[in-house]
Every structure is written in C-alpha cells, then in structure tokens.
C-alpha cells in the first residue's frame, strides 16, 4: 500500500481501512490524504446498511473481533468485538431488499462471532433474516473457525434456508497445529476439517473458501506440506494467499522472517494446488442446470449471476439485475463459470 500511496501521491488521495490507524506516520510521510476512519463508513452510509454495485447490498453486522492472532495487526485498529443491534441489522436487510439488493452481504472482521458480545448468536440471526420476506440471499461474510465451533450445528442448521447462500469464508491460514498456535488463531487443523466436513455431509455441492498465510516466521518444510494437506482435504473453492510479511508491533514482528524466496515459492506451491481444485469444482458443475438470479455486470453485453452455492456464473446476454431463470453451465474459466440461459420451459439436462 505505501507504494502504491508513494505511485499516485501527487494526486487527491483518500486512505481507509485499518492502516491509517496504525501507521498514520508512515502515510503522511509520503502523501497528504483525506483519512477515512472505518467507523465512519457505515455512518457516512447512514446506517449498518449501505447498497453495493448491481444487486448488491452490504450489512457490516460487527466490527472487531475476539482474537489475539499474532500477526494481526486489524485488531490494534478495530479493537475487541462490537457487535452491530439485530433489529438494525434486520432493518439495514428489510430497506436493501425494498431498494432491490438481491445478494446481502454480511461483513465483519468475524462475522461467526456476531452477538457473542451481547449473549446473541449468528444462527439465530441468521435465522431471523431468512422471515424477511422478499427475494433476496445473504452471502455471510469471513468465520474465524475458532468462532465457527462454537455455534456449527446451528449455524449448518441455519444454512438450510434459501435464502443463504451455500458459501463459507472460513480463513484457517495454515494446516500446521504447530504454525497454527505460534499465530495464536485458537482452532487446530483437525477442527478446521470437522467443520468442513459437518457443512460438506450436509451440503456436498457447498462453497468454502479460505485465507493462507506463507512463509510465517519458523514454518519448516513439513509443516508448509501440512498447509498443503489440508487444503487438499478441505478442496477450499477461492483461496487468499498472503506471502507473510511483518506488521509492526505485532507480537510475531519480533520473530525471524524466512527468506523471502522461500515464502514466494511456497505460495506459487499454494497457488497451483488452489488452481487445480478450483477447476475441479467448476468441472463438476459443467453440463448440469441450476437457478440462478443476476447480480452484477463486469462487461457490456454479458451478466454474472450466481447459484445457490455462490457459484460466479456467466451469461453472455444483457440480463437485468435481480433477473431470475435457470441455466446450463457450459464452460470453466477458473475464477467463473460460463452459462446458456434455459428458455422457460426449457429441457432439463
Ligand atoms: S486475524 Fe482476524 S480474528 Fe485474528 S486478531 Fe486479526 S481480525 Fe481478529
């Protein structure tokens, strides 16, 4: 971010998210920007809700969180748990539907650990949305697995409705229990496949993706293949690979780095294993026929849409947001699916 900040600092600049909080000095002495405090977002936005492109509407639902991950630097400037009042919440997703939002997306730092400051739970809220009536899904946001154990049987149990979307951020970072306590993330591997395999069993054609860090101060080579295992195990669907990097103050920017040749191979190493499952995900998809509804526009005169599981489908024809119909998946392009529409009263394939 500081050069990207140093590339455009003779332009007007406005800087968000945790960052200027934390290292406000360091921006400054590049530029001169106009400083958004995260908090002031959603009240700029005028309430917990604020409409995204397309048929997007975006609830942030809780700021902060309940880790002490080690190498975070997100909760010195979001600091502990807050979480957003359900009838807010409620209201934020009943006024995005009326203004046509179709996907809501629940965002947080931890969105499993909503309302565990206040002796609420997700599902429960989860469960409240889904009484909303109209036609719309949520895509819940990011799960701390930690988060995530303590509420998986409703939680899964909340997924059986329409109107959530079969998609699961769960960030697990590394499929080491040794690399997994030195981040201090609160969950050891074995959990993260439990709660993969709880939704999975469930939910077979479920979309989970996940967040990796590589290369964290001390991993061997051993435990860089157990990253890979579980990542096998898990067939994560979309995966965040950050090359580990120090954050100041944190409690890991005291450890030793790896060369940094090694954090880039092993995330080449990641990449390609991601890549080889995505496709196989996609793959099982082609040739058969699912709903979809129509959420945003990426190019004139094609349309993405998605699928019950979040699937990016798209369709090479001008289509309104918020369209609804079915179609046959017909090609994988690995970050999207291409799709023909199925002409109402169409064949099923
Ligand atoms: S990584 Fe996520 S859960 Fe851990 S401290 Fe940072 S914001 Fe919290």
């Known amino acids: 971010m500081l050069r990207r900040l140093t590339l455009f600092a003779d332009r007007d600049l406005y800087v968000t998210g945790c960052m200027p909080i934390v290292q406000m000095d360091r921006i400054c002495s590049i530029c001169t920007p106009h400083i958004i405090h995260p908090d002031e977002i959603a009240s700029r936005a005028d309430g917990v809700g604020t409409r995204g492109a397309g048929a997007i509407g975006v609830v942030q639902v809780a700021s902060g969180c309940l880790g002490r991950c080690s190498y975070c630097i997100t909760r010195f400037a979001r600091g502990r748990l807050v979480s957003a009042p359900r009838e ?22 931890d969105v499993a650990a909503w309302g565990l400051d206040r002796g609420e739970s997700l599902p429960e809220l989860l469960l409240d949305i889904a009484e909303i009536p109209g036609k719309f899904a949520v895509r819940p946001g990011m799960m701390n697995p930690a988060a995530v154990l303590g509420i998986l049987e409703p939680l899964v149990d909340a997924y059986e409705s329409d109107k959530i979307f079969r998609f699961l951020h769960l960030p697990v970072q590394s499929g080491s229990d040794a690399v997994l306590e030195r981040m201090q993330r609160g969950y050891r591997a074995a959990d993260v496949v439990r709660i993969v395999d709880t939704f999975r069993e469930r939910f077979p054609d479920m979309m989970i993706s996940s967040d990796f ?4 101060p001390g991993e061997t080579d051993e435990e860089f293949s157990q990253t890979l295992d579980l990542l096998r195990r898990a067939a994560f669907v979309k995966v965040n690979i950050t090359r580990y990097s120090r954050r100041p103050g944190t409690p890991a920017a005291a450890l030793k780095d790896l060369p940094e040749r090694i954090r880039k191979d092993r995330s080449r ?12 995900y996609n793959e099982r998809w082609l040739g058969r026929e699912t709903p979809i509804v129509a959420t945003e526009k990426n190019a ?11 699937l990016n489908v798209v369709v090479d024809e001008d289509l309104p947001f918020g ?12 970050h999207y699916v291409t799709a023909k529409l199925v002409p109402p009263g169409g064949e099923k394939v």
């Open 269 to 280: 190493m990641l990449l390609a294993e991601t890549n080889r499952i995505y496709d196989a």
């Open 300 to 310: 004139p005169g094609s349309t993405v849409c998605r699928n019950s599981c979040y």
């Open 213 to 216: 860090i590589t290369g964290f």
């Open 323 to 334: 369209f609804s119909g079915r179609a046959v998946i017909t090609g994988n392009r690995r």
């Open 88 to 109: 807010a919440i409620l209201d934020a997703v009943r006024g995005l539907v009326a203004e046509g939002a179709y996907e809501i997306q629940l965002t947080g730092q």
